[in-house]
């Protein structure tokens, strides 16, 4: 049975779906659930933060679990709360353990010494970013790392009109074949975060220390709000992602967009 959205029954904190999936893409989704586990007490925050955009991305597990179904990608995933740690930065990066995110504290993260970080980084970041390298190296040289987020339509109490945001680091291949052929939506180039924000450390940590293409997908999270829009919006990523691969000229996309 599957779960409801970002929650989880067990202790692990990196999980693989579908792990002998056969498309050169490897699915990551770092900010999948909300789940705080218990030894945190909440983080000491209060209930409506708890399962907002501040502690998970919602609507990207979603849509990356449905994405994983059509392309027969392998996804990995985190199985708690940004909040805990977000394993989209580095442990040396403060917003790894944000003391305060938009308009919330977190008095949890406040104060925290260098063992703190360093048992946490240990705990949910290691294991985290050791998954992704064994699933990549099991894919070879032709893996193709692709990382599903997603975004509030109001931040800091200012509207975002870009819907899904396309973006890259130094390695710009995929995501210029993605603008190629992507459409129907206000589609932008590193929007509504960039390379400068921090937010490509896993395409920096895995995919540009091997050479390989990736991208990172932002997702406006209105429009990916029921399982009805996730599939869709997973739909129209699959054709995007294997007409930019097959531009790219690799050829397990090819057949699969057959």
């Given at each position: 049975m599957q779960l409801p959205a970002g929650t989880f029954v067990d202790d692990d904190v990196v999980r693989t779906a579908n792990p002998g999936g056969s498309h050169p893409v490897v699915l990551v989704c770092e900010h999948a659930s909300f789940r705080i586990p218990p030894q945190f007490h909440d983080l000491g925050l209060r209930s409506e933060a708890l399962t907002s955009h501040i502690a998970?991305?919602?609507?990207?597990?979603?849509?990356?679990?449905?994405?994983?179904g059509l392309l027969d990608a392998p996804l990995v995933y985190s199985t708690v709360s940004r909040l805990v740690y977000d394993c989209n930065r580095p442990p040396e990066s403060n917003a790894a353990m944000p003391a305060k995110s938009e308009i919330y504290s977190v008095p949890g993260n406040s104060d925290l010494s260098a063992d703190d970080r360093q048992l946490r980084a240990?705990?949910?970041?290691?294991?985290?970013?050791?998954?992704?390298?064994?699933?990549?190296?099991?894919?070879?040289?032709?893996?193709?790392?692709?990382?599903?987020?997603?975004?509030t339509p109001v931040y800091n109490g200012v509207s975002r009109d870009v819907e899904i945001g396309v973006l890259h680091d130094t390695d710009a291949r995929l995501a210029d074949a993605m603008l190629q052929v992507a459409g129907g939506f206000d589609i932008r180039r590193n929007e509504p975060y960039g390379p400068g924000d921090g937010v490509t450390h896993t395409l920096r940590r895995h995919a540009l220390a091997r050479g390989l293409l990736n991208v990172m997908i932002e997702i406006r999270n209105d429009l990916v709000a029921t399982p009805e829009q996730c599939a869709a919006m997973a739909s129209r990523l699959a054709d995007w992602l294997n007409a930019a691969l097959v531009d790219l000229q690799q050829p397990q996309a090819r057949e699969t967009a057959k």
């Open positions: 998970w991305d919602p609507g990207a597990m979603e849509t990356a679990q449905a994405l994983s240990d705990t949910y970041y290691r294991p985290f970013e050791k998954r992704i390298g064994e699933v990549l190296e099991e894919h070879g040289s032709g893996a193709v790392l692709v990382t599903l987020h997603s975004f």
